[in-house]
Structures are given as C-alpha cells and as structure tokens.
C-alpha cells in the first residue's frame, strides 16, 4: 500500500470507469492528495466492440452469485487492463462495471477483481468503493459528490454551484464551495435525478440498430407526448426526499409509456422526461445554484440541452467550457476517491447517500 501521503502534496492518481452506457473505459489522471486537486493528467478511453457490448449488456441485472457471467467478468478484466497499460500513474481506482444496484435490498454488484488488476498491472489498486456504504445503510451512490465539491474548489468558485451527470443514469450535485470539507454539514447534497441516457440509447438500440441518439438528431425530429410525461413524473422516486439512488432499469415502465408513439416522438418524449426529472430534483436544492454544470454524454445532446436550458431558472452550461473534461469526469473522480480512500478520508456521507455517518469506502490491494 503506498504510504506517507500528505495534505498538500499532489499524489498521481488513475481512476478508471466503465459506466451504464457500456461504451467502453475511461481513463484519466488526476493530481491530488484526496482534499484538493491540483491538476489533470492524460487522459484514454479503450472502446466495448459490439460483441463485447452484446455480452456486457446481457449481464445486466445480474448478481454475484449468478450463473453465466465468465465472459462478462473476462472482458471487464481484460478492457480495464488493457485501458491502464502503460500508466505512470501511482495508485488506481477500478470502479468496476455496476451490473445491479438495489441497495434496500440485495445490495450492489460492481462486476471486477482489484486484486487481480494489481497483480496484472504491477501497482496497487483502490476498489470496491460502493459495498461498506451499503452495508452501513447508504444509498452506495452517487459517489462523485466529494470529487464534485473538489472541483468547484479548483475552479474558484464562490457561490453555490450544480454538477449534473448525464450518463446511463442521472445524478446532481449540489455545492457549497464555501465549505472546506466535503463532509460537513451543507457542503454537498447529491442524488439521482432519474433515468437519462439510458432509455434513450435502449430505444434506439432496439428500434434502429444504432447505439444512441447522435446530437439528438431523432429526438429533434418528434413531438414529447405531454401525457406519457405525466404518468412518468407521477413516479413515486420523485416525491422521495433525497438521498436516494437507481438502479440502471428502475424505470423500465419507461418503454411501455413510449410503445406505440414513432421513432422520432419516442426519442423526444425519453429526452423530455429526462430533461423534466432534472426540473424536479431542482425541488430539492437547498440554495439555488448559480448554473448548473453538464457532464456525461447527455450533454453532447443538444436536444437535451435546450430542453434542461428551457427548464431550469439558472444558466445551464456544458462543464467543458470550465475547462474541465466533461467525458472523464466520473473516472477522474475514483482516481481522486482512490488517494482519499489510501489517506483513510471519508468517501461518502448522510448528504451524498443517505449512510448513518461519513465513511470511506474501497478494498486496497497490492500487487
């Protein structure tokens, strides 16, 4: 395990995700002693071909004890390994691939082996980062909030300020930068909005072949079917005070809402509910925000865009123009996640998941 890491002294940490989409593996570095940052490093992405998506994909839903899941778990492995080759970095975070999240129930089931990583890679991983904050009772995600906080800290701000997530799933982070320590009371609030990305992409995966909605191009050409949106906004989860979390296909009624409309007015109305989710989670904020930071895929469509611009009484803003990258920020995040979990910071608390005290998470393990 690496030992002696200061406050104040910059650590080389990579963090690797592989997120709901099933796209592929983000890599990135970040240079941090797990309070502030101080700087980003490379950057990579190792792609899922079509049938290693195919496999991925119909392990989904799947937990640890179930059968069939060799191929899957070989090409979790073998895509993270190949993504880290070569790294200089220090210390890695291996998020792993999240196959089913229930955390009132089963648990959490992040699909990968750190051990086996650190022996493949010859440097020590930080993973596991979800399952000790289930078991105290937490949500297990979203965990990006500590890094969030991080990063409105790194950018200067100083007025409260939103990070919304769209990827498979949508999450917000609401900052106090003003707060020193993530941990304290008022410096973040963080929750899942609802489905994003990931109906969409199903639809057009099913309907069309093709594996999302390129620059909301099908959605631009439909119509939001204003009473499908009511019965999905009429969803308990939104009524919910946070935190609380979702699982990839908590919303699978979603599909149904959408069945009989065309291609076009389907993409729209999955767009708009996902847009209308972000509206609601704005209920819960407990100071306005001076804008709303975009990161995730959803914020490469414009479509999407607009609509959460149309929406929300703040100015929204693709993060990318902070100067930030807005496709690495979650793997960025478990690199940073990584250091706080070797300096023994907490990684999670009540505000991001809901868990009964501040709690670092993630297993370490040496090559």
Known sequence: MIKGIQAGTGLRAIGAMSGTSLDGVDVAEVITDGQEIFGFGATGYRSYSPEEHRVLREALGKWHEDAGLEAAFEIVQRAHSEALSGTDAELVGFHGQTLAHEPRGRGTHQMGDGAALAEALGKTVVWDFRSS???LGGEGAPLAPFFHHACARYLGYEAPVAFLNLGGVGNITFVDPRIEKP????????????PANAPINDLCNERLGTPYDEGGALARKGTVETGALE???????????????????AFAEMRELVLELSDA?????LTGMAAASVLQAMDHAPEAPSE?????????????MEMLAAALDCPVRNIDETGLNGDMLEAQAFGYLAVRVARGLPTSCQSTTGVRAAVGGGIV???
């Open 133 to 135: 904050d289930v078991e």
């Open 183 to 194: 941990e304290a009371e008022g410096a973040v609030l963080a929750f899942d909005t609802g």
């Open 231 to 249: 019965l999905f906004l009429a969803d308990p989860y939104f009524y919910r005070m946070p935190p609380k979390s979702l699982d990839r296909d």
């Open 265 to 269: 007015d389907a993409a729209a109305t």
């Open 292 to 304: 709303v930071l975009v990161t995730g895929g959803g914020r490469l469509n414009p479509i999407m």
């Open 365 to 367: 393990s040496t090559p």
